[in-house]
């Protein structure tokens, strides 16, 4: 799902709130206010606030991959699902970093 056109991120704002789930999502996207109407619309549909254990962010900059992994292969926490955002996944991009981050 890319966080484009009005008319694109309506209907994918209207998906998330009506429609059935998918397991992944990819939101795309230099406007970080659209983005974050995405992530406002995944928070209201899986009724979950940023503290709650069935939520989780990560930063690809800060946050190593498998930690990641690990988080999304875990069970959710005496829920039905888990929601989890990764900011700035390098790993999806040609783009070389640095910084190198644990992979085990």
């Known amino acids: 799902m890319?966080?484009?056109?009005?008319?694109?991120?309506?209907?994918?704002l209207q998906a998330?709130?009506?429609?059935?789930?998918?397991?992944?999502?990819?939101?795309?996207?230099?406007?970080?206010?659209?983005?974050?109407q995405v992530r406002t619309a995944f928070l209201e549909?899986?009724?979950v606030g940023k503290d709650d254990l069935n939520f989780a962010t990560f930063d690809m900059e800060k946050?190593?991959?498998d930690m990641v992994i690990q988080e999304a292969q875990s069970l959710p926490f005496f829920g039905d699902q888990r929601l989890l955002f990764v900011e700035r996944p390098?790993?999806?991009?040609?783009?070389?970093r640095a910084m190198h981050l644990s992979m085990t």
């Open 2 to 12: 890319k966080a484009g056109g009005t008319m694109e991120l309506q209907k994918a």
């Open 16 to 36: 998330i709130r009506t429609k059935e789930l998918q397991s992944i999502y990819l939101v795309i996207g230099s406007e970080m206010f659209l983005q974050e």
């Open 45 to 47: 549909r899986f009724s």
């Open 63 to 65: 946050d190593p991959l």
């Open 90 to 96: 390098f790993f999806l991009t040609a783009e070389k």
